[in-house]
């Protein structure tokens, strides 16, 4: 039997999480979340666990941005479990919570548009993103000049 399992995210998470993004958004890979985002985001996020010491190993978060719009944002799995497909399972159960929750149309800006064309996202003009963009796109670092890759999948 496997020793990780995907959960809901739980406040004793919050600092395993943020160091996880923030190895990540070092190496400019991912937008770094600050401990005040997690924690108030915390419902959005699903947390690869090991079984018995609870260590995490990889996050996800399902934010909702619209009433028919949610996003897939934080992905992240450490390096040594990558390769058995717990990102894939992280994004599938964020979808499955959207759909879940009545919402069919799911976008991520990322920079790892293999692995989410795979999952069956396509690249889509981020102007298509209206209410991201004026949201959350006005705090980040690199805004206006995103060099992410909009992608969209419908359910």
Known sequence: MNSLYIRKARIKDVK??????MDYANEGLLLPRSYSELYSQLRDYLVLAE??????????????????LAEVRSLAVRRDKQGFGWGKKLV???????ITLGIYKV??????????AHLGFKVVDKNVLP?????????????PECDEIAMLIEM
């Open 16 to 21: 395993a999480i943020h160091g996880l993004l």
């Open 51 to 68: 079984r018995t010491t609870e260590d995490i190993y990889g996050c996800c978060a399902l934010t909702i941005v619209w009433d028919n």
């Open 92 to 98: 599938e159960m964020c979808l499955s919570e959207a």
């Open 107 to 116: 976008f991520v800006l990322t920079y790892q548009k293999n692995f989410f």
């Open 131 to 143: 209410q991201k963009i004026w949201a959350d796109c006005l705090k980040c670092p690199k805004f």
